[in-house]
């Protein structure tokens, strides 16, 4: 079983910066891709930017030269830099990864809110 515990979400005014975390611990033999995507309320959710084991990475349009993914693959940890933050950035906030062979876990979400 794999536990994502997430951290970093709040309140911030437009304009701001937050950086989540994202610590997974189990049993994962070896990790494939860690990201995070989000759910506004009355939408679907959605990718935001993922990072894989080598590196490589792939930003929402929305969130590009705003955001930045990063990991630290020693600590099975993904972090997610957001500046320039804006209202429209408010949702829930989930970690996903995928690991061994096809399996993949959800964190439980961190509410971003940012004021106008």
């Known amino acids: 079983q794999v536990q994502l515990l997430e951290s970093g979400g709040g309140l911030v005014q437009a304009g701001g910066s937050l950086r989540l975390s994202c610590a997974a611990s189990?049993?994962?033999?070896?990790?494939?891709?860690m990201g995070w995507y989000r759910q506004a309320p009355g939408k679907q959710r959605e990718l935001v930017a993922i990072i894989t084991s080598g590196g490589s990475t792939n930003y929402a349009d929305s969130v590009k030269a705003r955001f930045t993914i990063s990991r630290d693959g020693a600590k099975n940890t993904v972090y997610l830099q957001m500046n320039s933050l804006k209202p429209e950035d408010t949702a829930v906030y989930y970690c996903?990864?995928?690991?061994?062979?096809?399996?993949?876990?959800w964190g439980q979400g961190t509410l971003v809110t940012v004021s106008s």
């Open positions: 189990g049993s994962i033999f070896s990790m494939k891709q």
């Open positions: 996903n990864v995928r690991y061994d062979l096809m399996l993949e876990a």
